[in-house]
């Protein structure tokens, strides 16, 4: 009930957009937040945001502006929709599940992850 399955990445241009999916349970979305995280080799896992079971959303500083993360509970899939696209933005994105959205999206929080999805940003 709490897999989790991303899809959307591939390769893009620097100043080209992406959408990001992120598969999930009916379950997991009524009662949990789901973030999305994003790791380069080498470097820790980092959060990027989240979205509670209200739709209320929570973003790390450092992703505001070009990252907006969405739900569809039809789907039910959270969507992470990202713009102007830059080379350090490269990175495999995961999604996770946790008791709740909080701003400083710790990773610790979250108990179930997706298997990622690999963003390459080059021309």
Avoid at 33 to 54: H, L, M, N, Y
Wanted: proline content about 4%.
């Amino acid at each position: 009930q709490s897999q989790l399955v991303e899809s959307g990445g591939g390769l893009v241009q620097p100043g080209g957009s992406l959408r990001l999916s992120c598969a999930a349970s009916p379950f997991a979305m009524a009662y949990f937040a789901i973030g999305w995280f994003r790791q380069v080799p080498g470097k820790e896992r980092e959060g990027i945001s989240c979205i509670d079971s209200t739709g209320s959303t929570k973003y790390a500083s450092s992703f505001l502006g070009r990252f907006f993360i969405s739900r569809d509970s039809a789907k039910p899939t959270v969507y992470l929709d990202i713009h102007n696209l830059e080379p350090d933005d490269t990175a495999v994105y995961y999604c996770a599940v946790a008791d709740r959205c909080e701003s400083d999206l710790r990773t610790s929080l979250y108990g179930v992850w997706g298997q990622g999805t690999r963003v390459t940003v080059s021309s």
